[in-house]
């Protein structure tokens, strides 16, 4: 079964850190691209980070840049997302997602794969 699994999320007070992790069973992700999304409740859907197959060249959004960080590791077939700094704003549900490409696509691009999605929440 091909699928991708999340880990990792839970409750972390404010200034705290979180490590996800997304690692794919059936297939291998070393051609891959690797994204996080996360969606808030009554808020779109929205990327906050990407990492091209061979993890050299990554991109954030704005909302996240400098406090979360994208790792993708082709020997564990694993893609981590370090989350910094945390605050209430980042409570969503956290997913991963590949596509079939070398590079990071745009965002509203077709995914190839979903992971099931994890859930996050920063709150003191």
């Known amino acids: 079964q091909l699928q991708l699994v999340e880990s990792g999320g839970g409750l972390v007070q404010p200034g705290g850190s979180l490590r996800l992790s997304c690692g794919a069973s059936?297939?291998?992700?070393?051609?891959?691209?690797m994204s996080w999304f996360r969606q808030a409740p009554g808020k779109e859907r929205e990327r906050v980070a990407c990492s091209n197959s061979r993890g050299g060249t990554t991109n954030y959004a704005d909302s996240v840049q400098g406090r979360f960080t994208i790792s993708k590791y082709n020997a564990k077939n694993t893609v981590y997302l370090q989350m910094n700094s945390l605050t209430p704003e980042d409570t969503a549900t956290y997913y991963c997602?590949?596509?079939?490409?070398?590079?990071?696509?745009?965002?509203?691009?077709?995914?190839?794969?979903w992971g099931q999605g994890i859930h996050v929440t920063v709150s003191s």
């Open positions: 997602a590949t596509q079939f490409l070398y590079y990071c696509s745009g965002p509203d691009n077709p995914y190839d794969y």
């Open positions: 059936g297939f291998r992700l070393d051609h891959n691209s």
